[in-house]
């Protein structure tokens, strides 16, 4: 199966929404100007099924922050840190590539709260045009809104 990223321009920034990456999908990562990975599933999911990418990353040059969510779950660590941090890359026009397994629960559920958060406008049907599969469960969307709040 071919490597597929799905882009949303946000700010001066793009987001760039995948499934897990494999070792060998990095170099698509270079070739698209990745500034930050950020990996969502849990660090036993990684190695089970992509145990080489952390290295490949690091060799890349490519920086990786870690937000483990179990699948089909919702956060329970610090998101208001590291959603600063986030912000902060898109600010300068950075890319910043967010994944799960499979692109579309977790992956979904963090992209649509960093985009309520920066205040874009139909965040939803944006975010569902270029990753229709965005947000899985009825939890990680009452996560996700409460940006609004």
């Given at each position: 199966?071919?490597?597929?990223?799905?882009?949303?321009?946000?700010?001066r920034?793009?987001?760039?929404l995948c499934?897990?990456?494999?070792?060998?999908?990095?170099?698509?990562?270079?070739?698209?100007?990745?500034?930050?990975?950020?990996?969502?599933?849990?660090?036993?999911?990684?190695?089970?099924?992509?145990?080489?990418?952390?290295?490949?990353?690091?060799?890349?040059?490519?920086?990786?922050?870690?937000f483990?969510i179990?699948?089909?779950?919702?956060?329970?660590?610090?998101?208001?840190?590291?959603?600063?941090?986030?912000?902060?890359?898109?600010?300068?026009?950075?890319?910043?590539?967010?994944?799960?397994?499979?692109?579309?629960?977790?992956?979904?559920?963090?992209?649509?709260?960093?985009?309520?958060?920066?205040?874009?406008?139909?965040?939803?049907?944006?975010?569902?045009?270029?990753?229709p599969?965005?947000?899985?469960?009825?939890?990680?969307?009452?996560?996700?809104?409460?940006?609004?709040?």
């Open positions: 199966m071919a490597f597929e990223l799905a882009e949303i321009a946000m700010g920034g793009v987001l760039g499934a897990l990456p494999q070792a060998g999908d990095v170099a698509a990562l270079q070739a698209w100007r990745t500034d930050l990975v950020l990996t969502l599933v849990e660090q036993a999911e990684a190695v089970a099924l992509s145990p080489d990418l952390e290295g490949a990353l690091v060799a890349a040059g490519i920086a990786q922050r870690w483990e179990a699948d089909y779950g919702v956060p329970v660590g610090d998101w208001a840190g590291l959603s600063g941090d986030l912000h902060a890359v898109l600010k300068v026009g950075g890319r910043v590539v967010i994944h799960c397994r499979g692109g579309c629960g977790r992956t979904g559920m963090i992209a649509l709260r960093f985009m309520e958060e920066a205040g874009e406008a139909d965040a939803l049907a944006r975010l569902r045009a270029v990753r599969c965005a947000v899985e469960t009825e939890a990680q969307m009452d996560w996700a809104l409460q940006a609004r709040d």
